[in-house]
């Protein structure tokens, strides 16, 4: 049971050029979510999925847009990538909404822009 | 809306020692609470989780918590260190709804042989 799946694990790109951060979840969870963290600043959500077929944004939407391509796959993607993008990606998942619900978390993406 | 704060973005015990990492949150409504361990280049893993059931939690790898609403925190303590503990460590409080899980900044904890 693999959990949760992001590739790529490490990226470095230049000031302005496009990428998309792949997540794929295993366990039939019905919420996924992208988080960046940066030190001294803890996790920080950028976009939600509650369900399929819906997206919200979080605490820093900013640079980022999303696609949630069906109930396994909650995609990131930066559009044209600026320094201040750099940052630890995280995608989670969660059975549902409930509050109390943990989450479980990938392995990270680690971005660097140049 | 809610907020977490952990006290110490760093701390160092020996080996054997008591661990105590502190959380204190800002609620106006009974929350739910939760400790995370990264351990290095992993993501995040569930530790423990306070849901009103008890105010005393335990969780994972000897790990517990005491929740206590009239300190408005709910720090992390585990009896004796071991040096596989050593990872960061976030606080976290549930801010209503699906989206509005909030995190401490992490507090990074260091075991001295």
């Known amino acids: 049971n693999a959990g949760v799946t992001q590739t790529p694990k490490f990226q470095v790109l230049k000031t302005g050029q496009s990428m998309t951060l792949q997540c794929a979840q295993d366990m039939n969870h019905n919420s996924m979510y992208w988080y960046r963290q940066d030190p001294g600043m803890g996790l920080r959500l950028i976009y939600y999925s509650a369900s399929e077929g819906t997206t919200d944004k979080g605490e820093v939407p900013n640079g980022y847009n999303v696609s949630r391509l069906n109930k396994r796959e909650f995609s990131l993607r930066l559009e044209s990538a600026a320094p201040s993008q750099t940052s630890v990606y995280f995608c989670a998942s969660r059975a549902g909404e409930s509050e109390w619900r943990e989450l479980f978390f990938g392995e990270g993406s680690r971005l660097t822009v140049l | 809306a809610q907020s977490v704060t952990q006290l110490g973005s760093h701390v160092s015990v020996s080996e054997g020692a008591l661990v105590l990492l502190r959380c204190n949150y800002s609620s106006s409504v009974p929350p739910y609470l939760f400790w995370y361990v990264q351990y290095p280049n992993q993501g995040l893993q569930l530790l423990l989780k306070?849901?009103?059931?008890?105010?005393l939690v335990k969780g994972i790898n000897g790990f517990e918590a005491e929740f206590k609403k009239s300190e408005t925190s709910f720090h992390l303590t585990k009896p004796s260190a071991h040096m596989s503990d050593a990872a960061e460590y976030f606080c976290a409080v549930s801010d209503g709804g699906a989206q509005k899980l909030v995190f401490g900044q992490g507090t990074r904890l260091t075991i001295n042989p």
């Open positions: 306070y849901t009103s059931a008890a105010t």
